[in-house]
């Protein structure tokens, strides 16, 4: 049975930081390829951050707008994901998830953490 489980959201003022955790479970960490996304209020979900391996090489992509703030990382061992999120800015407030890089918006979705960063 897949599980995703997010973590590690709150509240922060502007310029802070919080480190996002991703508990996965079943099949889906085979996957190679996760990432985290985001929903802010009225807005579509988007994709911040990837992870992907290639042999001993790991890649990662961001999103322009996270680019030199935020820090994705995994443990296979583990089978988490993480966010390290830093220079917190009031546009990066959001539900944030982890998922594949193959998700859609009709599969399987966790819960999400609420990430919430006030002026």
């Known amino acids: 049975q897949v599980q995703l489980v997010e973590s590690g959201g709150g509240s922060v003022q502007v310029g802070g930081s919080l480190r996002l955790s991703c508990a996965a479970s079943?099949?889906?960490?085979?996957?190679?390829?996760m990432g985290w996304y985001r929903q802010a209020p009225g807005k579509q979900r988007e994709l911040v951050a990837t992870?992907?391996?290639?042999?001993?090489?790991?890649?990662?992509t961001y999103a322009d707008s996270v680019k030199g703030r935020f820090t994705i990382s995994r443990d296979n061992a583990k089978k988490m994901v993480y966010l390290q999120m830093n220079s917190l800015k009031p546009e990066d407030t959001a539900v944030y998830y982890c998922?594949?890089?193959?998700?859609?918006?009709?599969?399987?979705w966790g819960q999400g953490t609420q990430v919430t960063v006030s002026s």
């Open positions: 998922n594949t890089i193959r998700a859609t918006p009709s599969g399987y």
């Open positions: 079943g099949s889906i960490f085979s996957i190679n390829g």
């Open positions: 992870i992907t391996s290639g042999g001993s090489t790991i890649y990662t």
